[in-house]
């Protein structure tokens, strides 16, 4: 769970950084993407975009691609097919909230209507100092052959508009390199 702790924490620090920080979002670069090969997973990553972190920690890969505002996407690539999306959404909304700040205040709220494409919905607030700044994570699963992976986007509503092409190409691109292995 530590490694999932470390990855709630990156993401809440970028929540907490668009809520301080409010220069917008550059619009995600899709035009010329660059290539993300390695133990087994393959996946498109806007070209203004950056690897933030990438480790294998107790048999689950992490990879944490990062907007050049704070848009997020997270990827968990593990050995268990059989864990469930709900159950893992729930999971790191949880963790999430334990790492919270004290001195932000998060209100969320789950929404299951696009889960029959696979995509559960997390609308969420974060407030500092009665600033309130909505923000929206998606959650995704892909199942391969010998894996499975936990895709989570993440990013500040008002900045959406501009993330949303680079979370698409991401997920759209996201693939197990089966032979490669993992």
């Known amino acids: 769970m530590s490694g999932l702790r470390a990855v709630c924490v990156r993401g809440l620090v970028l929540a907490l950084l668009a809520l301080l920080a409010a220069c917008g979002e550059p619009a995600a670069n899709v035009a010329q993407p660059k290539a993300y090969d390695r133990l087994g997973v393959q996946v498109q990553i806007p070209g203004n975009w950056k690897l933030a972190d990438d480790q294998r920690l107790g048999g689950v890969h992490y990879l944490t691609v990062e907007s050049p505002g704070s848009a997020v996407f997270i990827a968990m690539v593990q050995s268990d097919r059989n864990r469930e999306l709900e159950e ?24 299951l209507s696009a889960f029959a494409d696979g995509t559960i919905r997390e609308h969420y607030t974060v407030s500092l100092g009665g600033v309130k700044v909505p923000h929206l994570r998606e959650y995704h699963k892909i ?16 900045d959406l508009a501009q993330a949303k092409p680079g979370f698409d190409l991401i997920l759209k691109s996201f693939k197990f390199n089966e032979a490669a292995g993992g």
Not at 88 to 111: I, T, V
Not at 143 to 158: I, K, N, P
């Open 143 to 158: 199942t391969g052959a010998r894996r499975s992976a936990f895709l989570v986007t993440q990013s500040a509503d008002e």
């Open 88 to 111: 893992f959404a729930r999971s790191f909304s949880a963790e999430a909230d334990k790492q919270m700040p004290g001195a932000l205040e998060r209100q969320s709220r789950f929404d």
